[in-house]
């Protein structure tokens, strides 16, 4: 396996940034009545090519990030993502799999053994039928909770996220089934209407579906090299947006193209709350009073 040379270790000007996402795919083995994403067994695997999620790597780490998430989609299901691992560890990053974890192959599981990378994973109910209800495809209970098994049993740290989603849904139960399981750190939310989850076709998000931590310590590159503050901020309305730097992330400014990313300092944006909901008034998006400071300039390690 080729690794790239380690970036030049520099001070980060990312400031407030603690970890990037990576949507790898957009295919998934599973359909989830609320996904987001729309991602599926046909969906798109993307444009980004291997050279540039690697390209993508080594620049997080020499701005100081500290974390790559990888995610879908599948990210399983992306064929050199043991290659994107072992390169994120190389660099220093803390790296972490957001699966549903319906199949692991056994050379993955060895690479998700290494110090510094951990899993994370849904869960909708303890009744079987009800999950697969959720996830659109039959078994797929019983293989996640059999993969969640045996990745505490290899010692693996994990999360979880559970989203309601039916009415009479088991979330309770479910999180219950998981700390019995020995998975701790646990969080619940509700579905966000966009994308299956939407009333009707939506290609504009609300902000009222946010969860209130837009742009707070992370952003998000889609299959397509677009960047983000969230894989969600990708529906917020940009004729909203009244400051430039978040006019240029939601327009789909690319990694690739423009060579630059996170064109806001994230943590700026909204302050996360204890609610499920965002607070208008904080949300760049609504309130034009509320001030973003200038862009950092991120370059792509060549």
């Known amino acids: 396996m080729s690794i790239p040379t380690l970036a030049e270790t520099r001070p980060s000007p990312a400031t407030g940034i603690l970890s990037v996402e990576c949507e790898l795919t957009a295919r998934c083995q599973l359909q989830c009545s609320h996904c987001c994403t729309l991602s599926g067994p046909k969906a798109s695997t993307g444009s980004m090519t291997h050279d540039d999620w690697l390209k993508v790597t080594r620049s997080i780490a020499g701005l100081g990030i500290p974390a790559i998430q990888f995610i879908g989609g599948e990210p399983t299901l992306y064929p050199r993502l043991i290659e994107l691992i072992e390169c994120s560890r190389w660099h220093g990053l803390t790296v972490e799999v957001y699966s549903n974890l319906a199949h692991i192959r056994g050379a993955l599981w060895e690479t998700l053994e290494q110090d510094g990378v951990r899993l994370a994973t849904s869960y909708y109910s303890d009744d079987p039928a009800q999950h697969d209800e959720i996830t659109g495809v039959s078994g797929s209970y019983d293989r996640t909770r ?34 019995q399981l020995g998975v701790q750190q646990i969080q619940v939310d509700r579905a966000r209407k966009v994308g299956r989850a939407a009333d009707q076709a939506v290609s504009i998000l609300s902000v009222s579906e946010l969860c209130g931590h837009c742009f707070h310590q992370r952003v998000a590159i889609s299959p397509d090299g677009e960047v983000y503050g969230c894989i969600l901020s990708r529906f917020l309305p940009t004729g909203n947006v009244k400051t430039e730097p978040l006019d240029a992330i939601l327009a789909g400014r690319r990694w690739r193209e423009a060579r630059t990313a996170v064109p806001v300092r994230v943590g700026q944006g909204c302050t996360p709350d204890d609610s499920d909901d965002c607070d208008p008034s904080k949300t760049p998006a609504c309130n034009p009073a509320y001030d973003l400071a200038p862009p950092p300039a991120l370059g792509v390690s060549e």
Do not use: K, S
């Open 146 to 179: 059999a993969n969640i098994v045996e990745a505490l049993r290899r010692g693996i740290p994990m999360r979880a996220g559970i989203v309601r989603v039916l009415e009479g849904q088991r979330a309770e139960e479910a999180e219950a089934e998981l700390r």
